[in-house]
């Protein structure tokens, strides 16, 4: 072979393997289709698996608002890593965890906690404040409940707790037999800020609500529960006098 054809060959070669890097429809890194394990980005996280139910900005969804800050005040990671990861059973909490039978890995559930609590957590906002503990430690007392719920709850779900002018009934079985005592729990804890309901400071202004208050308006609630109703199950370490028993 002559040094021209060799030389020519070469050139040949050279010159489509500079075009092969640049060819039409070559895939870039971002062409590349990523695993659903492998998304780690919180914002995304979140976006695909809680916002449907919590709100775009962790508040005014059907769900608690996870994105106020006082909740993320009281509640720990491990709370929200069991809530997150086992769901509520008998709520429409799933589970989202791999192991429990969900899409996310252990790494994309911590992804989704770190994010909530970057977006929206306000580590300050409770200090100085005795807030009180986010499960029960120590037991409700229905009729105290009752007397409980007349003076910080009344003003506005009405003294039986069906409703008045400005909210709904809060003892429709229905809604009691889709949340868990912890459930209840947070909720007079929290409130619900984003729909001007005040958390345990504020029912009564200048005197908040105490830890065995909130204990025995849940047990007074959960007492509403009907008795074919099952109450739905909740691992957090809460305990109420219900006849149901503890949740």
């Known amino acids: 072979m002559s040094a021209r054809v060799t030389f020519s060959i070469g050139l040949i070669a050279a010159l489509l393997s500079l075009a092969g890097c640049n060819l039409p429809?070559?895939?870039?890194?971002?062409?590349?289709?990523?695993?659903?394990?492998?998304?780690?980005?919180p914002v995304t996280l979140y976006s695909q698996n809680c916002a449907g139910c919590h709100g775009a900005d962790g508040k005014l969804g059907p769900a608690p608002p996870i994105g106020d800050p006082v909740y993320l005040a009281v509640v720990n990671d491990d709370a929200l890593r069991d809530a997150i990861s086992k769901g509520r059973k008998g709520t429409a909490m799933s589970a989202f965890a791999q192991s429990e039978g969900g899409m996310l890995t252990d790494k994309q559930v911590d992804a989704i906690i770190q994010g909530i609590r970057q977006r929206w957590g306000q580590p300050q906002i409770l200090q100085g404040v005795a807030a009180p503990?986010?499960?029960?430690?120590?037991?409700?007392?229905?009729?105290?409940?009752?007397?409980?719920?007349?003076?910080?709850?009344?003003?506005?779900?009405?003294?039986?707790?069906?409703?008045?002018?400005?909210?709904?009934?809060?003892?429709?079985?229905?809604?009691?037999?889709?949340?868990?005592?912890?459930?209840?729990?947070?909720?007079?804890?929290?409130?619900?800020?984003?729909?001007?309901?005040?958390?345990?400071?504020?029912?009564?202004?200048?005197?908040?609500?105490?830890?065995?208050?909130?204990?025995?308006?849940?047990?007074?609630?959960?007492?509403?529960?009907?008795?074919?109703?099952?109450?739905?199950?909740?691992?957090?370490?809460?305990?109420t006098s219900s006849p149901g028993g503890l949740h």
Request: aromatic content about 6%; proline content about 11%; charged content about 20%.
């Open 133 to 239: 503990p986010y499960a029960a430690k120590v037991p409700g007392n229905r009729q105290q409940g009752a007397a409980a719920f007349a003076t910080f709850c009344a003003s506005c779900h009405g003294v039986d707790g069906k409703g008045g002018p400005k909210v709904g009934s809060i003892v429709n079985p229905h809604y009691l037999s889709l949340i868990t005592d912890q459930g209840l729990r947070t909720i007079v804890i929290v409130g619900r800020p984003d729909f001007n309901a005040p958390d345990w400071r504020n029912n009564v202004p200048g005197h908040p609500m105490s830890d065995q208050e909130i204990s025995d308006v849940v047990a007074w609630l959960a007492a509403e529960r009907p008795a074919h109703m099952a109450a739905p199950v909740s691992s957090s370490p809460t305990t």
């Open 25 to 41: 429809g070559k895939p870039t890194p971002s062409d590349i289709v990523r695993r659903p394990t492998d998304i780690l980005d």
